[in-house]
């Protein structure tokens, strides 16, 4: 494994600059706009990694540490806090389907009986068309915060492998652990609308699976197997059938448990009008698709069940086309940057589009939106500028943790990010104000391209090192750069125009003296 980022040891780039100043090498940095959400007062939105390929999806290690999944590059990346946070590549889905824009490697759960039981799961579209929900086991520093572990291709166990997936759109997404320490998998309908009113198809639905008996090493995983006790149609359905926990979706991209009672926060993306905000309670549940969108009829279709309204709707006259889940907000032990006791029990979504943040509080059996509170961007929206955010995630000192995909065009502009709390005056080390993410492309036969963001002003230099130390090219010569993401562009060459020889090389970013550096791989 080669770490993405890590603390310099060699001679400081101090000693560098009086050549790289006599170097005529113009840097190609360029300012993005700065991604932070706009949060009330009380709040603040930290940068804790950039850099990254296209993150959809995030979940905690036990120890703080969190594990990312790349959409298209089918990457498992590890973020370990700092400072500086470190974002490694740790392991990879084989056989990942990425044609189309809601395909790819698209959940991550960590098993919750975790170091005992080494396991992540993942849910991705793969090249034999179907969706498959895979068990990976990891190696390596187990439970250590600040160490590495390495996640085998070679170890995958799939639960189920043979999900349709014959659209390139409504896979679904979310693989997520609840209370009960059963595995909760959402499935879109495959662009099949009746077929989310069929129990039989694996569309439109949330599977329930049981983990806990499969075998270690790879494999596949029988019907029964994975078939936990409790399924609403266990005894009623066909093997598909007893799989299910709630059907009657379109497309449940993202889900998120409630830490306290077990209960399901769906978000719903819609058709033309409505998205929707479901919860679930218990298992059984339809949810109305395709005879319903959001709480109006929008088709003959006959329902199976009797429906079971949304809790929450959003127009697409608001700008919303794709609501994301964010959780129902539980504080956990020992939070140092965890949101007011009024929060509790309140429920987060967004939208991927619009970029806006709701907060839903429950009176009785109805959910409305929370009162406004002092500083909120506007009296609907609790935050704004969430574009592009795909996950959520609290985190153990009490943050909404997300992930957003992309920030501007720039290769691997993807970030996690966390709003979390002024209020608390303890110190907080995770997030630091530079991230330097993996080079790109990686290895490469010739340009490669380097992405980072800072979070203040700062004067940056970036320079190119044999493995020995010795400078093979000054990429950017020492300036002053303003906050935001900036990259800066290496033709493969040294510092005479000369092709460099196949090998390892080193990329040094110097910000206001912090030294972080990359390892190149040039092939020819």
């Known amino acids: 494994m080669i770490p993405r980022v890590r603390a310099c040891g060699r001679p ?19 300012s993005a706009q700065v991604s932070a959400a706009t949060a009330p007062a009380g709040f603040v939105d930290e940068l804790i990694a950039s850099g990254l390929g296209l993150p959809v999806g995030i979940a905690f290690l036990p120890d703080g540490r969190l594990l990312a999944v790349e959409q298209k590059s089918a990457h498992i990346d590890l973020v370990r806090m700092g400072p500086p946070a470190t974002v490694d590549s740790v392991g990879f889905v084989p056989s990942v389907n990425i044609i189309g824009t809601e395909r790819g490697l698209l959940g991550i759960a960590v098993d919750p009986e975790w170091p005992v039981r080494p396991y992540v799961y993942t849910h991705s579209t793969d090249v034999s068309s179907n969706v498959r929900i895979s068990r990976f086991k990891a190696a390596g520093a187990l439970t250590d915060p600040a160490g590495l572990i ?8 799939d639960l189920v492998n043979d999900i349709p997936d014959n659209a390139d759109n409504h896979n679904g997404g979310t693989v997520r652990f609840g209370t009960d320490g059963m595995l909760y998998v959402s499935l879109g309908e495959d662009a099949f609308p009746s077929a989310a009113q ?24 029988a019907r029964a197997l994975v078939t936990p006790p409790g399924n609403p149609f266990g005894s009623t359905g066909g093997l598909n059938a007893r799989l299910l926990w709630e059907y009657g979706l379109r497309n449940p991209f993202r889900l998120q448990v409630d830490p306290m009672t077990g209960t399901l926060l769906i978000a719903d993306v819609g058709e033309s009008t409505w998205e929707e905000v479901d919860l679930a309670p218990v298992g059984g549940l339809d949810f109305g698709w395709p005879h319903y969108e959001g709480d109006m009829v929008y088709s003959s279709v006959a329902l199976t069940g009797s ?19 964010a959780g129902i907000y539980r504080h956990p032990a020992g939070g140092t940057r965890a949101f007011p ?45 969430l574009v592009n955010v795909s996950d959520y995630a609290i985190g153990p000192e009490g943050g909404i943790w997300y992930c957003r995909e992309y920030v501007t065009d720039f290769a691997h502009s993807g970030q996690i990010r966390r709003i979390v ?91 206001d003296g912090t030294s972080l550096e990359q390892r190149v791989l040039i092939v020819r």
């Open 12 to 30: 400081t780039f101090a000693s560098l600059v009086g050549l790289a100043s006599l170097l005529a090498v113009l840097p190609q940095t360029a």
């Open 150 to 157: 390495g996640i085998d291709p070679a170890s995958r166990y």
């Open 198 to 221: 069929d129990t039989s198809t694996l569309r439109g639905v949330i599977l329930r699976l049981d983990v806990s008996r499969l075998p270690d090493g790879p494999g596949s995983a």
């Open 307 to 325: 429906p079971t309204f949304p809790i929450y709707v959003i127009n697409h006259t608001t700008g919303a086309k794709a609501v994301i889940s």
């Open 341 to 385: 006791a009024e929060y509790e029990g309140d429920a987060f979504i967004s939208d991927y589009y619009a970029g806006f943040m709701r907060r839903l509080h429950q009176t009785g059996v109805a959910w409305d939106l929370a009162a406004p509170v002092t500083g909120q961007p506007s009296s609907t929206d609790w935050a704004q500028g």
């Open 421 to 511: 709390s002024t209020a608390s005056s303890s110190v907080d080390n995770a997030s630091h104000p530079v991230a330097f993410a993996r080079p790109y492309p990686l290895p490469s036969t010739g340009s490669v391209q380097f992405d980072w963001s800072i979070a203040r002003a700062a004067r940056v230099s970036l320079a190119i090192l044999d493995v020995r130390g010795r400078l093979v090219r000054a990429v950017a010569v020492p300036r002053a750069l303003p906050v935001g993401h900036h990259h800066a562009i290496w033709d493969g060459l040294d510092s005479y125009g000369r092709a460099v020889q196949p090998g390892i090389y080193f990329a040094r970013l110097e910000v």
